[in-house]
């Protein structure tokens, strides 16, 4: 199946600045995740993206976090003020016929 | 309610089986399989929905118990390509998200 794709590959950010996470998916994909996965740690669900609205979010999505689909077809994850603990690998994943296609993923690094 | 997976590490020489053990307290729609290795994405493996199917991917297979509410996932005859670690993902319900457990991490040596 066509691959995810996702940018930046790596982004190195300050405390407190806002950090966006940009995902193409397959447009006529309905449902859209985002995930993190801290350093040698499980893949923790962020949110749910059904038919351009949040269906699901988990207890880390908070104030601080955001999704969008601004155009259509990309995919955003916004992080407004980040702190060193956002520190992560950003996976975004799409269900197809059967599992999730993860993209390659963001590794973000908060300093 | 993130399932539980066991055991935490597995190490295996080539030609070796493995089980890995998901479990839930609560009731299941679904179990995915995924295998992600270091510094990649999760790569699906399999789907098992409810109704007991066991499915199967190359030497890898699964089950799924509903009334248990587990799944167990199958390595026969491990090949050096199998390392990595491998996670379930669960879901309660159609059409909600996955929550994946600690994974397992798998070493097949030769």
């Known amino acids: 199946e066509p691959e995810v794709t996702q940018t930046p590959s790596h982004q190195v950010t300050q405390m407190g600045q806002e950090v966006i996470l940009r995902c193409v998916p397959i447009?006529?994909?309905?449902?859209f995740y985002w995930y993190r996965q801290i350093l040698g740690q499980k893949v923790e669900f962020l949110v749910s993206?059904?038919?351009?609205?949040?269906?699901?979010k988990s207890e880390i999505f908070d104030d601080q976090f955001s999704v969008e689909r601004p155009d259509g077809s990309n995919f955003t994850l916004k992080i407004r003020s980040t702190k060193l603990e956002d520190s992560a690998m950003y996976f975004c994943?799409?269900?197809?016929?059967?599992?999730?296609?993860f993209g390659s993923g963001t590794r973000l690094t908060v300093v | 309610q993130q399932p539980v997976q066991s055991p935490q590490a597995v190490i295996l020489r080539e030609g070796e089986d493995a089980v890995i053990n998901c479990s839930s307290s609560?009731?299941?729609?679904?179990v995915h399989w995924y295998r992600q290795k270091h510094g990649e994405a999760p790569v699906f493996l399999m789907i098992?929905?409810?109704?007991?199917e066991q499915k199967g991917h190359e030497k890898i297979s699964a089950s799924f118990n509903e009334k248990k509410q587990q799944s167990s996932l199958y390595l026969t005859a491990s090949q050096l390509s199998y390392s990595g670690t491998y996670f379930c993902?669960?879901?309660?319900?159609?059409?909600?998200?996955?929550?994946f457990g600690k994974g397992t991490t798998l070493s097949v040596s030769s």
């Open positions: 994943a799409r269900q197809g016929a059967g599992g999730y296609t």
């Open positions: 447009s006529n994909h309905l449902y």
């Open positions: 993206f059904y038919n351009n609205e949040i269906s699901e």
């Open positions: 609560k009731a299941l729609y679904s």
């Open positions: 098992l929905l409810k109704g007991g």
């Open positions: 993902g669960t879901a309660n319900q159609a059409g909600t998200a996955l929550i």
